[in-house]
């Protein structure tokens, strides 16, 4: 079998390299590794942008230059500035591209305080942005083949001349002349995610959304003989309470998500709360602790004040703030009952530690400081705002678990600005492309959010688009060179 471009994968990145190389006129094979199509693309709600049309409508101002700056500054300058120039630029190409491929996009909106309105709200969310592409890219000829992981690339010198691919239990040999690795990361791979982040998978770290994502398309790369870049940056945040039994953006998760009262295992306050704000730095802080879980405080005064004024911090474009849990106390009596592992109630702050298997005398102490903070009006600890300072005062406290949560490795293979994947020299390998999860530069020890958010699926989409577009220029080149 023989075709010009194999792609690597059917999330954001694999989808829109390759309907934009399918657009240019490429033959492209695109090979996903599960049944289903679209992995993780299936639940981003917005992407980011700058210098947009939908901006400009809003008088939305923020720059190409400011967004750069931002995304850099936020890095300390560990990102590769070319490859952040490249995505910031692209942007929005990209979303006049995604429009006029049938894609809706809502507002152009922010979904944190003091932030730059650059997330662009896709109506239908991730899955109609997957469905839309797949449409497309069957639309221009792409073989899209379910089931098929890659297993395998191979050269010829330097230079991709193809794959073999696992179809119907037989591995099969496919020539090509570029391949664009789009895998989506390692984080299912709980021996990488130990060894390049310290985190063990399943007991400090939960990999949201992510099914079998073992690093194929990086392994595969460095083989090939790609460098590495930044193969131990996660896109981390803090969720409460996980497990089968609670929904994402349930009225738990909810209550959790507000800035009120956190504390580690032990009982000991350890943020600023007001960092809930911003996914980076929760995940940030909930993974210093390197403990299993945290936990989230509240009492029913607390308690009445979501039910009645709303919440402050959203979870999710469909619960912005001033909404209200209204099942609250529905699902708090329901976790309960059923003496779930991850919420507790008690009429004492030292009969909650217990429960929470903490120190009683720490939470204790811990939650008379935060109370005097919030009666005076300021906390001398670390200085949350004091919109943001409510006491606990029972008669009822309740603790709900968080835990530290991966929604994907940000790194892995080494890239330049034309996503063409390079060597320990930085020389590109002819025919080699990646980006998304798989691919390093974009980021420093943290995933970028105040000052770009919407960045990850943004990154995987621009990444897709750029990467889609020079393979195809390196095919013309090739054509080239054979003539």
Not at 67 to 92: D, L, Q, T
Not at 93 to 98: C, D, G, H, P, V
Not at 191 to 203: A, M, N, P, Q, T
Not at 252 to 268: F, M, N, R
């Amino acid at each position: 079998m023989e075709t010009d471009i194999v792609v690597m994968g059917s999330g954001a990145t694999g989808l829109s390299a390759a309907v934009t190389a399918a657009e240019s006129g490429a033959k492209v094979v695109l090979f996903e590794k599960q049944r289903s199509l679209g992995g993780t693309s299936n639940f981003f709600q917005g992407t980011f942008a700058v210098e947009s049309d939908m901006q400009r409508q809003r008088y939305i101002t923020y720059s190409r230059d400011e967004a750069f700056k931002g995304i850099m500054e936020y890095s300390h300058w560990r990102a590769n500035p070319r490859i952040v120039r490249a995505i910031v630029n692209e942007s929005r190409e990209t979303i006049a591209w995604l429009q006029q491929e049938g894609i809706a996009f809502t507002d152009a909106t922010i979904n944190m305080p003091n932030a730059p309105r650059t997330y662009h709200t896709i109506k239908g969310y991730g899955e109609t942005f997957v469905k839309t592409l797949v449409t497309k890219a069957k639309e221009q000829g792409v073989d899209i083949k379910l089931g098929a992981p890659v297993k395998r690339i191979v050269m010829k010198g330097r230079r991709i001349n193809g794959v073999f691919a696992e179809q119907d239990g037989a591995e099969t040999e496919v020539g090509a002349k570029a391949l664009i690795i789009a895998s989506g990361g390692y984080a299912n791979n709980k021996e990488w995610i130990k060894r390049y982040s310290g985190f063990d998978l399943g007991v400090n770290l939960f990999p949201l959304g992510n099914v079998d994502k073992m690093g194929d398309g990086i392994r595969m790369a460095w083989e090939a003989g790609a460098a590495e870049e930044n193969i131990g940056t996660l896109e981390l945040f803090a969720r409460g309470p996980v497990g089968p039994e609670f929904a994402l953006g349930n009225p738990l998760e909810i209550a959790a998500t507000q800035p009120d009262l956190w504390v580690d295992a032990q009982g000991e306050r350890y943020c600023d709360e007001f960092i809930g704000f911003y996914d980076s730095s929760t995940g940030n802080a909930s993974a210093r602790q390197k403990a299993p879980f945290t936990y989230r405080l509240f009492d029913d005064s607390i308690k009445e004040s979501l039910l009645v004024e709303g919440i402050h911090r959203n979870a999710g474009m469909d619960n912005p703030p001033g909404s209200r849990p209204l099942h609250l106390d529905k699902e708090l009596a329901a976790a309960l009952e059923r003496k779930s592992t991850e919420v507790f109630a008690a009429g004492t702050v030292e009969e909650l530690a217990v429960k929470m298997k903490a120190d009683p005398a720490t939470l204790a102490s811990t939650v008379r400081e935060y109370n005097a903070f919030c009666e005076k009006g300021h906390d001398d600890l670390f200085a949350k705002d004091r919109k943001y300072l409510r006491p606990l005062k029972g008669p009822t406290f309740y603790a709900i678990r968080a835990r530290t949560v991966c929604l994907g490795t940000l790194g892995g293979i080494r890239i330049n600005h034309r996503m063409e994947v390079v060597d320990k020299k930085g020389v590109p390998i002819p025919g080699l492309y990646a980006g998304g999860f798989d691919a390093g530069g974009m980021w420093g020890d943290s995933y970028s959010i105040n000052a770009s958010s919407g960045l990850s699926s943004s990154f995987a989409i621009n990444s897709g688009r750029i990467a889609g577009r020079n393979a195809m220029a390196y095919l013309r080149g090739f054509s080239d060179e054979e003539a």
